[in-house]
Nanobody, 127 residues
Framework: QVRLVESGGGSTQAGGSLRLTCVAS????????MGWFRQPPGKEREAVAL????????RYDDSVKGRFTISQDLAKNTVYLQMTGLKPEDSAMYYC????????????????????WGQGTQVTVSS
């Protein structure tokens, strides 16, 4: 049974930093993608940062490039999201997600194509 557990959300002021952590259990497929989506109130879930576990390739939403960094520790089966220069528009529920790379292109799949999800962690940035 796959389980993804997020931690590290919270509240901060604009310009602050937070680090999110996602620990996976029951999911060790290196030919896969893991990463972070977010969903602001009343909006659709969107990809923030994703990582291809085998080769470490990454993909970021344009709105977070240069501010957020995704990384992984394969030995710990953990993915991190370091967020700096936070803005009020970054406020959302952040979800960790994972999917195997069957068929390829997992970095570019939408949220609906990711199979496994964490419970989410709230990030709130005040101006």
């Amino acid at each position: 049974q796959v389980r993804l557990v997020e931690s590290g959300g919270g509240s901060t002021q604009a310009g602050g930093s937070l680090r999110l952590t996602c620990v996976a259990s029951g999911f060790t497929d290196s030919d896969s993608c893991m990463g972070w989506f977010r969903q602001p109130p009343g909006k659709e879930r969107e990809a923030v940062a994703l990582i291809f576990r085998w080769r470490g390739g990454t993909r970021y939403d344009d709105s977070v490039k240069g501010r957020f960094t995704i990384s992984q520790d394969l030995a710990k089966n953990t993915v991190y999201l370091q967020m700096t220069g936070l803005k009020p528009e970054d406020s959302a529920m952040y979800y960790c997600a994972a999917v195997d790379n069957s068929g390829g292109g997992c970095l570019y799949r939408p949220a609906s194509k990711y199979d496994f999800w964490g419970q989410g962690t709230q990030v709130t940035v005040s101006s």
